[in-house]
């Protein structure tokens, strides 16, 4: 499966406005709606920057994505909206991604929310289709790389972003940063920190030789950080 065969699958099928009335089903990534009053203020004034993305079914439609919008907009009085309409026949697992890509395509997510929404679009990718095990084009599966071209985005930003949602769900202090350039910070600094002390401990006990100094740095993967990660007894002290 490559990835323009996947946008073909979760492209909308029709973009047009519907009553806010037939809308149903709210299905929320958000742990937490936030005020709505910013918001409300900005679609006053611009407009709805977004459209909202839907799924049609024979009583109207439901929610995908968008309900902070939903929300805002019918707060506003508004009887109708401009939204993304997908068919009533797509999978429940093509449902997802497109609620996940749909999501992703706005930019006024925190950054826990934003990297761990990619996290979950990639691992749902890879649920879908398989992990790529080669990297060419005749490989069948999803590779990150795949994911990074889904989103437009360099495969470096998407795998740091990935691993970042990641060591957030070991460490959840490190998703109450005040950006994500200081959480990716922190994060380098434990990571290094666990490197020299898990390096320090197996030097010790292996030998001192260059030659086995070598293998053992050469040989400490990020698989090994997690694990110190995971060890770390008093998360929260770490900020």
Same mark, same amino acid.
């Given at each position: ?6 946008? /073909? ?6 973009? /047009? ?50 309900? /902070?919008? @939903? ?15 997908? %068919?009533?026949?797509?999978? #429940? ?25 990619? *996290? ?29 071209? @889904? ?38 600094? @434990?990571?290094?920190?666990?490197? @020299?002390?898990?390096?320090?401990? /197996?030097?010790?006990? %292996? ?7 070598? *293998? ?13 990660? *995971?060890?770390? #007894?008093?998360? *929260?002290?770490?900020?």
């Amino acid at each position: 499966m490559n990835v323009e065969e996947v946008e /073909r699958k979760i492209r909308p099928i029709e973009v /047009r406005k519907i009553p806010l009335s037939q809308i149903s089903g709210v299905d929320r990534f958000r742990e937490d709606i936030g005020n709505l009053d910013s918001l409300k203020r900005s679609i006053d004034q611009n407009g709805l920057i977004h459209n909202l993305a839907v799924n049609k079914n024979n009583e109207g439609y439901v929610l995908l994505a968008g309900e /902070r919008r @939903l929300r805002a907009v019918t707060e506003l009085g508004w009887k109708e909206v401009t939204a993304n309409i997908y %068919s009533e026949d797509i999978s #429940e697992i093509n449902k997802r991604a497109i609620e996940l890509y749909e999501n992703l395509e706005r930019k006024d997510f925190t950054y826990n929310e934003e990297v761990g929404l990619k *996290k979950k679009l990639h691992d749902l990718m890879t649920e879908m289709y398989g992990k790529k095990e080669g990297g060419g084009k005749s490989w069948s599966g999803w590779s990150l790389r795949d994911t990074s071209k @889904l989103l437009n985005e360099s495969p470096a930003t998407v795998s740091q972003d990935i691993k970042l949602a990641e060591a957030i769900e070991v460490i959840p202090a490190l998703g109450m940063k005040k950006n994500k350039k200081d959480a990716v910070k922190l994060l380098s600094q @434990l990571e290094e920190k666990i490197v @020299l002390e898990e390096i320090k401990k /197996r030097i010790e006990t %292996s030998g001192t030789s260059d030659k086995v100094k070598d *293998k053992i740095i050469s040989s400490f993967i990020i698989k090994d950080v997690f694990e110190g990660l *995971k060890s770390l #007894e008093d998360r *929260k002290s770490v900020v």
